[in-house]
Every structure is written in C-alpha cells, then in structure tokens.
C-alpha cells in the first residue's frame, strides 16, 4: 500500500525554466511533508518542508505548495539550473510518529 | 560541523551470514533512524532510536535489530541475510521535540551475494 506517490517517475525541464514535481498521498493523517534531493552516491538531501497549517512555504528558488483537500503537493524550483539535476523524494509523516513515509522519487533533468 | 557519518561505505556478503552497519548522527542530534532503500524505491523506514530505545518500528522482521550508545552514535544488525536484504541502507538523525527534519547520512550499499 503506497501511501505517498510520486507517478512521474522522470521528468525534463530546460535551464532557467520552471520545474514542478508532483505528490500525491493517501493519509488524511500526515500533518508534516518534506522534500528530499539526492545525487547518486550520496544520502538525501533537506530541501524544504510545509506543515498542514500551512498551504505554501518558500525557501529560496523552492516553493512546496500543499492541498490538503486534494492530498496533493508539489515542489516548483524556479529558474532551474543544471545543478538541480538529482532524484527527488517526496515525504509525509504524522508529527510525533517519527517515521518519514517516502515516495519513489522523480529523477529531473535540467537541460542547459 | 560533522554531519551523519555511516560506516562502512560498502560491503559485501553472503546469504546466512550477519551484518553490523554503523551511524555517527550529526553534532547536537540525539535521535537516529534506519531506512532500507531497495533499488527504483523511496527508503523505508525500519526503525528509530531514541535514549537507547528502539521508539518506533517499520515493518520489518525481527532480523532487523538496531541498538544506540550513550554517545548517541547506533548501530543496525541484520541476522540471516536473505537476497531480498540487498539495498542501500541510510542513518538519518535528528533532534527529538524539535519540528525540525531528519539528516541522512550518504549510506552503506549491501550486497548478499
């Protein structure tokens, strides 16, 4: 049963535009979502996170966006660069239950 | 500043046989949790560690043990190693009470051969 899914598993975007990843969840439940890069050879890596009170958090050049009522977020990296090119992870938990609920992750591309 | 640290980087072993892998968390982070990365999959969680204390348990089999020192540092064992234990296993630590994310070391690759 997979509670957090990422259904694109790939996906390319051209240098300097913008890249959104999708995530969808199946728990009412998860109160706390995370996304996570990661390179090949390395552990993930924090990007940015967003609590259920919330709908939008920006850090930077990422945003998340959250819709609790359609169970769906998203991260938006504008401009993309090259060095944006990784896996991404999306992840959900249930504050106090300390355990990460991770996606399949979506590989991007950032073409220069 | 020292983030997570994970040791050995890879290893190699046979079906049967049994694996301690170990975690450092970053400086200040008292808590420290093991995911199982399988190939094409999200890691998933296994277990996480708090005062010496296995606080909280994914769905893995009674193989899958762990333990944490004084230090904070811990440790994941894996007894007889089935072909299906091959997988990319990450330490992630944090700082119980605090709403703040959990760090990821860069993993050790385990290969049962």
């Known amino acids: 049963d997979q509670q957090v899914k990422q259904n694109s598993p790939s996906l390319s975007v051209q240098e300097g535009r913008i890249s959104i990843l999708n995530c969808d969840y199946t728990?009412?439940?998860?109160?706390?979502f995370l996304w996570y890069k990661k390179y090949p050879a390395e552990g993930p890596t924090f990007l940015i996170s967003?609590?259920?009170?919330?709908d939008k958090n920006e850090d930077g050049r990422f945003t998340v966006f959250l819709n609790k009522s359609a169970k769906h977020l998203s991260l938006h990296i504008v401009p993309s660069q090259p060095g944006d090119s990784a896996v991404y992870f999306c992840?959900?938990?249930?504050?106090?239950?300390?355990?990460?609920?991770f996606g399949t992750g979506t590989r991007l591309k950032v073409l220069a | 500043d020292a983030g997570v640290t994970q040791s050995p980087t890879h290893l190699i072993k046979t079906r049967g046989q049994q694996v301690t892998l170990r975690c450092s968390p970053k400086?200040?982070?008292?808590?420290v949790s093991w995911y199982q990365q399988a190939l094409g999959q999200g890691p998933q969680f296994i277990f996480q560690?708090?005062?010496?204390?296995?606080?909280q348990r994914g769905n893995f089999p009674d193989r899958f043990s762990g333990h944490q020192f004084p230090n904070y540092s811990s440790e994941l064992n894996v007894n007889a190693l089935l072909l299906g234990d091959s997988a990319l296993y990450l330490c992630?630590?944090?700082?119980?009470?605090?709403?703040?994310?959990?760090?990821f070391g860069d993993g050790t690759r385990l290969s049962i051969l």
């Open positions: 728990n009412s439940m998860f109160d706390y």
């Open positions: 992840a959900a938990s249930v504050v106090g239950t300390y355990k990460y609920i």
């Open positions: 400086s200040g982070h008292d808590t």
């Open positions: 560690y708090y005062e010496e204390e296995e606080r």
């Open positions: 967003i609590s259920s009170i919330k």
């Open positions: 992630a630590s944090s700082s119980m009470g605090q709403s703040q994310p959990q760090h």
